[in-house]
């Protein structure tokens, strides 16, 4: 995980704008391509020695796969950022092998280099055919940046887990407000998007849809669970953490995680509250350690300027929800884990809102809006803690799996997620964790009830203090840049 961002015409001024807004994504080191000269370093301090250019690409690693002394841009014929996780990439580094392709580091974004490097030079594919073949290959979470014959690229993996946004004057980065601080307006890359950046302008073309892909199968369960267990596996890190609330999804994933490494789950949440009870007793029934951040309303109230730094929105949902995760992952940082992960996805795949008893078709349109509207928030929120958060649930091959899987067998007789809680059942969570009713997060931690009791003590309503604390936050990094508020 990691700061990614750059783009055209940026001056030495700009640059060190650019990484003292984004380097909590990538605290580990800087790196800075731009017209050919190059600055990698560890000391933040030596920022002041970059030069500007009229092609621009800087990355701040967080260091989670692969030498921890490599910091990005990548640059060959090729320049190249990438901010995300590749999980196939060893299977990929010897499917290149074998073709002759060799490689200068263990560095899992290499493989995304070396693959472009093939398909458009050895295969002589246009950068929209190459990518969409690379996007197909990939199996991770990624949101990448390429300078090829003088025109930037970037694309997003096809479920948008990781964000990247661009700016009219032909601009990109990992955060809105980095493109913020430096006078621009911010615009997200779609989930397996494309966006070509030249003087010419910007053009945009949607190279793959999960939603449009077909897949048959006799038994969708018994796939579904093969499928959710590799996920799990490719996805842990040594020690597993896991974010906690002891509903199903987040139970399931623990329960799965257990049986390949130690696992330590990670909760938050007023005294008394719902996800604090239930996260205390399911930890127990499964015998796993479970660590807490118990909020009051004074920590609530410190949170909430950092946590609207992160999500870069009025939303009071949004500041609900990141209430927790930040406290969460912040024992979490603390703890010394760099990796956690993550129910989420699971409500839109199998039928986990009411609302989908009476519309089940919003399942769809739910996972397509899934990356602005909840990843790119949890990204955000988890990255000020430096804690990168992964989704088993949202593995290409199992998401796409879900989203065929008949309505009938995630919604029944008015019950939901009916697929999934088999599948729990089946390997082995206890019946009441697997029908245990949904509960969000704001609710069951009790954080949007601390939000509305400080609202009322401003003499406010929710929204409205939202509204104002996201001026507080952003009111002068955003005058000027022509972004909605």
Known sequence: MCLIAGGLSLSSKDIAKIIETGKHRGPDSFGVWSDGFVLKSSNFGDVDEVKGGEHVLIQCRLAI???????????????????????NH????????ERGVSFETDVDSEVI??????????????PWE?????????????????LYNGKLYLFRDPIGIRPIYYSQSGRFASEKKVLWAIGDDAHPVNPGELVEISRSGIVKR??????SIKSLGSSYKDGLKNLLENSVNLRKRGKIGVLFSGGLDSSLIALIASRFSKVVLYSAGAEGSRDIEWARKVSEELGLELREFIFTLDDV????????FAIEEPNPMNLAIGIPLYFATKLAREDGMRVLLSGQGA??????????????TLMIKDFEELAERNLARDDKVSMLNGVEVRYPYLDQAFAVLALNAPINEKIKDGKRKVILRKIAIEMGL??????????????????????????????VKLRELAALKFREVFGRMRRGTGAER
Do not use: C
Not at 114 to 126: A, D, H, T
Not at 206 to 211: A, E, F, H, V
């Open 65 to 87: 796969t692969g030498s921890k002394s490599y910091t990005q841009p990548f640059y060959n014929d090729i320049v190249l950022v990438h901010n995300g996780e590749i999980y």
């Open 90 to 97: 060893e299977f990929l580094r010897e499917y290149l092998v």
């Open 113 to 126: 280099l070396r693959l472009l490097e093939y398909y458009l030079y050895e295969k002589r594919l246009s």
């Open 130 to 146: 190459a990518v969409k073949k690379i996007m197909l290959m990939l199996n991770g979470d990624y949101a990448v940046a390429f």
């Open 206 to 211: 949607r190279l793959l849809r999960l939603t």
């Open 301 to 308: 109230k410190t949170a909430i300027p950092e946590v609207m």
């Open 347 to 360: 409500d839109e795949l199998f039928g986990g809102y009411a609302k989908y008893l009476n519309n089940p």
């Open 430 to 459: 206890p019946e009441f964790v697997a029908n245990r009713e949904k509960k969000a997060m704001q609710y069951g931690s009790n954080s949007q009830k601390f939000l509305e009791k400080i609202a009322k003590s401003e003499g």
